[in-house]
């Protein structure tokens, strides 16, 4: 069976430091791969999806980057946190060929306090 | 873009009752909705599909309706529990398209002895 894989859980990190999450999923291979963040009391927005290794679509200009170096792993990174950056982060996987239905799952999130 | 409504932030239920969750999209009618389950700082969990030409869509104690003509999805929980309290997410998509999916903000689900 397929799993998914995110860590650090929590983060808490000084503003202007580096960020790196990191998410891997196992059981599948050529997944579509996702970086959502959850703010308090909002619903989910997607940052950065990939449909390949080194192939990232970015949904909302922001100090974030994401990188997929394998095929199975993910990476956020921020150079310089800002306090607008804290939240849920979570990772999430599709199969490939969504036309039967895009359905994702869910890592079990990340929460980064910027402070 | 796609906007999704799930109109009630909260539902509190007695145990035993149904809990019916509403979902309204504008614009496009989605290729299919899903909903989704989320407890408290945990990921969200699939639920439930249904696709623009069904109906109606059950698993165990789950039903779910599409009315393209009111663009909307019912969720209903029948003999609800209390280990059915968490956030239900309603969530919208359109067949291939990678990364297009438009997300409520979620229904809190709370259900009482």
């Known amino acids: 069976s397929q799993t998914i894989h995110q860590w650090p859980a929590t983060l808490v990190q000084p503003v202007g430091s580096p960020l790196s999450l990191e998410c891997t999923v196992e059981g599948t291979s050529n997944p579509n791969l996702y970086w959502y963040r959850q703010a308090a009391g909002r619903g989910l927005q997607l940052l950065f999806y990939s449909v390949g290794i080194g192939q990232i679509s970015s949904e909302v200009p922001q100090n974030l980057s994401a990188s997929r170096p394998q095929d199975r792993q993910f990476i956020l990174s921020s150079k310089k946190l800002l306090l607008s950056d804290s939240g849920f982060y979570l990772c999430a996987w599709s199969p490939q060929g969504g036309a039967s239905g895009n359905t994702i799952y869910f890592g079990e999130g990340s929460w980064l306090t910027v402070v | 873009s796609q906007k999704i409504e799930q109109n009630s932030e909260a539902l509190n239920i007695q145990e035993g009752k149904t809990a019916t969750l509403t979902c309204n999209y504008t614009n496009y009618s989605p290729a299919y909705l899903q909903w989704y389950r989320q407890d408290p700082g945990r990921g969200p969990v699939f639920l439930l599909l249904i696709r623009e030409n069904e109906k109606e869509k059950r698993k165990e104690r789950l039903k779910v309706t599409f009315d393209t003509t009111l663009k909307q999805s019912l969720f209903h929980i029948t003999a609800s529990q209390p280990a059915d309290s968490a956030t239900y997410l309603c969530?919208?998509?359109?067949?291939?398209?990678?990364?297009?999916?438009?997300f409520g903000r979620g229904t809190q689900l709370t259900v009482w002895p």
């Open positions: 969530v919208s998509g359109r067949g291939s398209t990678l990364g297009r999916l438009y």
